[in-house]
């Protein structure tokens, strides 16, 4: 996979490459480019970084910053939202003067 990405790189503008992540030939329009965009999104791009990269590959408990801001948000605001118990309906027998 390395090497195919780095032939990419060295190969000029217009010449024929293989995709890295999936083997397909393309036409390189970018002097950037190395990998094809046969499939939708970065499919090929982010399976070539996953797989090249070991702290990828074994990725089981790495959390993102945005994913770990996230879920601090989400414990924050759960503990203030209200107790059920302390909630008065407001067609309660209390609420309307009721006995």
């Known amino acids: 996979m390395k ?6 790189k060295t190969i000029s503008i217009g010449g024929q490459c293989f995709c890295p992540s999936c083997g397909t030939m393309f036409k390189k329009v970018h002097y950037q480019q190395a990998f094809c965009k046969s499939k ?3 499919q090929c791009k982010d399976k070539y970084w996953n797989n090249v990269t070991p702290n990828k590959r074994n990725n089981v408990t790495r959390i993102s910053p945005a994913n770990a801001r996230y879920q601090l948000r989400m414990m924050r605001y759960k503990e203030q939202c209200f107790n059920p ?7 309660s027998t209390e609420s309307l003067g009721q006995w």
């Open 85 to 91: 118990d302390d909630y008065e309906h407001p067609f």
């Open 40 to 42: 939708a999104g970065t």
């Open 3 to 8: 090497k195919l990405y780095k032939l990419n």
